[in-house]
């Protein structure tokens, strides 16, 4: 993977560069969420299991 430049020095290159270059950045960024909402629901399930032990428990 090349970067969007073309100087072999850090002495040429002005402005930003992009980190998210390229054409798959979209299916990376959509993974992300995927992985966060995935995390988010099992995050919930589990502590309304370890609600219910512990509300059963007398806790």
Do not use: Q
């Not at 040429?12 to 995927?34: K, P, Q, R």
């Not at 629901?41 to 059963?56: F, N, Q």
């Amino acid at each position: 993977m090349e970067a969007p430049f073309t100087t072999h020095s850090w002495d040429g290159i002005t402005g930003a560069i992009y980190a998210g270059y390229g054409n798959s950045e979209f299916f990376w960024i959509a993974l992300c969420y995927l992985c966060v909402l995935v995390a988010v629901i099992l995050g919930w399930r589990h502590e309304k299991h370890a609600y219910e032990a512990a509300k059963k428990a007398g806790h």
